[in-house]
C-alpha cells in the first residue's frame, strides 16, 4: 500500500505571503496521479490541483503551484498571495494509475492565514 | 459545474440502528467511492463501485456495510447496526475512470452521521 506523509501539521501565512506546504509518498510504480485537496471548516474536500507523474512539467492553478521531485517522490504545495479564503486543511493524496482507483490521502496540514 | 451531491448533510442515529447515506454522482462519471473522515483523522478509503459491482473495499468496509446503485442517479452506502466508532463524516466520491483527467476523484460536501 502507498504510504503519503505530511509532516507539518499545522502552517502560517501572512495574507498576501506565499507558503509551502511539504509530501512525500511512497511507491514502487512509476505512473501515478498526485493530488492536492482543501478542506474548509465546512469540511467538503475540493480539489485544489493534480499532477500526472509521466509529466515533467509542473501543475499550475492560478495561485497554487507544485513542485514534483518524482526522484525524491516529493510533491509540495505553494500557495503564493495567501488570501484569508485559503485557511483550511490540505490533504495530498496519492493514486495509482494501475486498475487501483482509491486514494491514499496524507493527515493533512492546516493552514491558517493572519490578516 | 456538474458535482456529487449527498443527503443527508447531517444525521444523528441510535446505536444499533440502520443508516442509508445517499448519493448522486456526477451524471457522466462511471466510478463511485465512499470514503470516510473520523473527526480530526485523515480521509480514509472504504470501497469503490464500477459496473454495478464493488471494484475494491478495505478492512473497514466489513460486512456491516454495503452499497448499491439502485437506479440510474443514486448511489446508496448502508449501514447495518451502527456503532459508536461509526460516527464520522462519510463522503461519496466519482470519477470518470478514463485516462488522463479522468482519473480525477471529485467529493460531494460529505454526510456527517453521529451514533449516540
Known amino acids: 500500500a502507498q504510504t503519503v506523509t505530511q509532516s507539518q501539521p499545522e502552517m502560517s501565512v501572512q495574507e498576501a505571503e506565499t507558503v509551502t506546504l511539504s509530501c512525500t509518498y511512497d511507491?514502487?510504480?512509476?505512473?501515478?496521479?498526485l493530488f492536492w485537496y482543501k478542506q474548509p471548516p465546512s469540511r467538503q474536500m475540493i480539489l485544489v490541483i493534480r499532477?500526472?507523474?509521466?509529466?515533467?512539467q509542473n501543475a499550475t492553478e492560478n495561485r497554487f503551484s507544485v513542485n514534483f521531485q518524482k526522484a525524491a517522490k516529493s510533491f509540495s504545495l505553494k500557495i503564493s498571495d495567501s488570501q484569508l479564503g485559503d485557511a483550511a486543511m490540505y490533504f495530498c493524496?496519492?493514486?495509482?494509475?494501475?486498475?487501483?482507483?482509491?486514494?491514499?490521502f496524507g493527515a493533512g496540514t492546516t493552514v491558517t492565514v493572519r490578516a | 459545474e456538474p458535482e456529487v451531491t449527498q443527503t443527508p448533510s447531517h444525521q444523528v442515529t441510535q446505536m444499533g440502528q440502520e443508516v442509508i447515506l445517499r448519493c448522486v454522482p456526477i451524471?457522466?462519471?462511471?466510478?463511485f467511492y465512499w470514503y470516510r473522515q473520523i473527526l480530526g483523522q485523515k480521509v480514509e478509503f472504504l470501497v469503490s463501485?464500477?459496473?454495478?459491482?464493488?471494484?475494491?473495499k478495505s478492512e473497514i468496509f466489513d460486512d456491516q456495510f454495503s452499497v448499491e446503485r439502485p437506479d440510474g442517479s443514486n448511489f446508496t452506502l448502508k449501514i447495518r447496526s451502527t456503532k459508536l466508532e461509526d460516527s464520522a463524516m462519510y463522503f461519496c466520491?466519482?470519477?470518470?475512470?478514463?485516462?488522463?483527467?479522468?482519473?480525477?476523484?471529485?467529493f460531494g460536501e460529505g454526510s456527517w452521521l453521529t451514533v449516540v
Open positions: 466520491a466519482s470519477s470518470e475512470g478514463s485516462g488522463g483527467s479522468g482519473n480525477t476523484i471529485y
Open positions: 511507491t514502487s510504480e512509476s505512473d501515478y496521479y
Open positions: 499532477q500526472e507523474a509521466y509529466k515533467q
Open positions: 493524496a496519492y493514486r495509482s494509475a494501475a486498475n487501483d482507483y482509491k486514494l491514499s
Open positions: 451524471s457522466n462519471h462511471l466510478y
Open positions: 463501485f464500477y459496473n454495478n459491482e464493488i471494484s475494491e
